[in-house]
């Protein structure tokens, strides 16, 4: 089984209803304390009947599951159709399908509950279930079989027999190469990686909530994990994370961003937003796609600009936000980073030269972002336009922006701007030709 869609409301820090279109993997990212692991109590707290004492029980929930079964599971359980709507509301629940109801008993409160596994720090620490659900996946051969191939593809001199878990050298169980080892000696990453592809391998599980794969993981890890989790082929994964390592242009459909503002926690994604797809895996990167953990993201043309601005950002900005600087390779780009950063719901402003006051793609931009403005001249039009975050620089590009003693004829604009960066003094940065860009970084 798997869930479409979920809506939630009245659930801790979901205040108002939000709602989710959902995929076979799910990455729910968001600063601390936004509401990313609310997302996944809420699940867990709609399919089982927790007591008032457990941490996700919350009276008020108000929740709606959108479930399709398989064929198999369909004729299992004698559910009239594949597709149903399950409800949690003022602490009834019922699973709905289209001309029947079936209250929430014994039976459905199994199957539910039984077909997702939560995998917390208690369920990571928890080797005895960790050692019983290990057991019962050799009764799947080929789910065994992908298992232990994915884990020889994180730990290629390990191997594992059905005796793994078996810390008294009693039988066969974790060898690393020739050495018999036990799971206990082995390091925190390897017996993370082993429960968290254990549960996404067994078919037992329909469903996976993982809170932060990634901790104890080296960076080459957590991106065999990502493959692993893309191409298990097995049941629906939702886990949230801080790691940018999650995040590729393949993966932002999966994406689900959380902020927390005085209305509650609100989520953003993809969805059905017109963005052409194709075109963000030609421009996003490791580097740019760190724009999703940041407070504000600068888009500035090219590389000079963004060298320029990094350093004097690091060395004169007195804010206390996190800011990402991210080149877009010219203008003409700009606006595909605008719609994506407006999807995400992500703070941004735009840096741009003064030849874009004449061109297509400010007029683009200015369209997208439904500013409207009457008649105006130049000037005026640039200084209105800086009250949306965007700066256009009057007196031509960035190399008119900061002393000529930092450009050197003979240097590229770039190794200029690297020099710069490092060399500008506070008494350069308060003069008058940094007005412009002294202006934009105060405004930040």
């Given at each position: ?146 298992f232990r191939e994915s884990l020889q593809h994180h730990f290629p001199k390990v191997s594992a027999t059905e005796n793994a878990l078996d810390i008294n050298y ?59 989790m893309q191409n298990s082929q097995a049941g629906q994964i939702f886990f949230t994370t801080h790691s940018p390592l999650f995040i590729t242009p393949v993966t ?193």
């Amino acid at each position: 089984m798997t869930i479409t869609k979920v809506k939630i409301n009245l659930y801790k820090s979901i205040k108002k209803p939000v709602v989710l279109d959902l995929h076979d993997i799910n990455i729910i990212i968001g600063q601390n304390n936004s509401g990313k692991s609310n997302i996944l109590d809420a699940i867990e707290f709609a399919l089982t009947d927790s007591k008032t004492e457990s941490h996700i029980y919350y009276a008020k929930a108000d929740i709606e599951l959108d479930f399709r079964f398989t064929d198999n599971e369909q004729l299992k359980y004698e559910f009239p159709t594949s597709e149903a709507v399950f409800n949690l509301k003022k602490g009834t629940r019922e699973l709905t399908f289209d001309k029947k109801t079936i209250p929430y008993n014994r039976t459905l409160a199994s199957i539910l509950s039984s077909s997702f596994k939560r995998l917390n720090e208690r369920a990571f620490l928890d080797t005895n279930q960790i050692e019983n659900d290990f057991h019962s996946l050799f009764n799947y051969p080929e789910n065994l079989a992908k298992f232990r191939e994915s884990l020889q593809h994180h730990f290629p001199k390990v191997s594992a027999t059905e005796n793994a878990l078996d810390i008294n050298y009693e039988h066969e169980g974790l060898y690393e190469g020739e050495r018999r080892v036990t799971i206990d000696r082995i390091g925190s990453g390897f017996r993370r990686i082993f429960t968290t592809l254990l549960y996404i391998f067994h078919p037992q599980y329909s469903m996976v909530l993982i809170d932060e794969p990634e901790i104890h993981l080296h960076p080459a890890m957590v991106k065999k994990l990502l493959w692993a989790m893309q191409n298990s082929q097995a049941g629906q994964i939702f886990f949230t994370t801080h790691s940018p390592l999650f995040i590729t242009p393949v993966t932002l459909i999966q994406l689900i961003r959380v902020v927390k503002n005085e209305e509650g926690t609100q989520v953003f994604g993809l969805g059905k937003n017109n963005i052409n797809h194709q075109r963000l895996i030609q421009e996003l990167n490791a580097d740019n796609l760190e724009m999703f953990f940041t407070d504000k993201v600068i888009l500035v043309e090219g590389v000079s600009d963004r060298i320029l601005l990094r350093g004097l950002i690091d060395r004169f900005y007195k804010g206390h936000r996190d800011l990402k600087v991210i080149e877009t390779h010219g203008k003409g780009n700009m606006l595909i980073f605008v719609k994506l950063l407006r999807v995400f719901n992500i703070p941004f402003a735009v840096i741009l030269d003064w030849d874009a006051i004449k061109t297509n793609h400010l007029r683009d931009l200015v369209y997208n972002l439904n500013i409207k403005l009457p008649p105006m001249t130049e000037q005026e039009f640039m200084q209105e336009l800086k009250k949306f975050d965007i700066y256009i620089f009057p007196n031509g590009d960035l190399e008119a922006n900061y002393p000529r003693k930092y450009q050197q004829r003979e240097d590229s604009k770039t190794l200029s701007a690297l020099k710069a960066a490092r060399s500008i003094t506070e008494h350069d940065f308060n003069s008058k030709p940094m007005f412009n860009l002294r202006e934009i970084i105060n405004n930040l």
